[in-house]
């Protein structure tokens, strides 16, 4: 499985995950449907905007606790802005993702990006990537 492929699992895991998990952040209406698109078009508007704003390194795997640290803290709040503004376009849009404040936005960012973490590090690799990080270890 190529990173780009683990991204978007880890991505649509964390929405879901976050959308279940706190009270605060909503998908959809009512039918199940409503919700899938919901968290699909907000999986999609994560995507553009992680890809326009990245903040994870080449190296998945860094071996300095400090830069895991800097990293996970930009990334966590690379996800509650985009949280923050999935809402408000959704809003404008007439759609259905709510998000009760910034508190609940920092969780909801929190989830999100210790899931698309663990993604990247549980779910396996396979070709030259797999082979650069054994060779690199």
Do not use: C, Y
Not at 5 to 14: D, E, P, S, T, V
Not at 35 to 57: C, E, G, K, S
Not at 58 to 70: A, D, E, G, M, Q
Not at 99 to 127: D, E, M, Q, S, Y
Request: glycine share 10%.
């Amino acid at each position: 499985m190529t990173e780009e492929n683990q991204r978007k699992i880890g991505l649509m895991a964390g929405i879901a995950l976050s959308a279940g998990l706190l009270p605060g952040v909503t998908l959809g209406g009512d039918g199940l449907p409503d919700r899938l698109l919901t968290a699909a078009l907000t999986a999609l508007l994560f995507m553009i905007l992680t890809t326009l704003v990245d903040t994870t390194p080449v190296f998945t795997r860094p071996k300095v606790p400090v830069v895991l640290l800097i990293l996970g803290a930009a990334g966590w709040l690379q996800d509650t802005l985009i949280w923050l503004l999935a809402a408000w376009l959704f809003a404008l849009a007439g759609g259905d993702l709510h998000v009760n404040g910034l508190a609940t936005a920092a969780l909801a960012g929190l989830v999100t990006r210790a899931v698309l973490w663990a993604a990247l590090w549980i779910l396996p690799r396979k070709g030259a990537e797999a082979e650069r990080e054994r060779v690199a270890s």
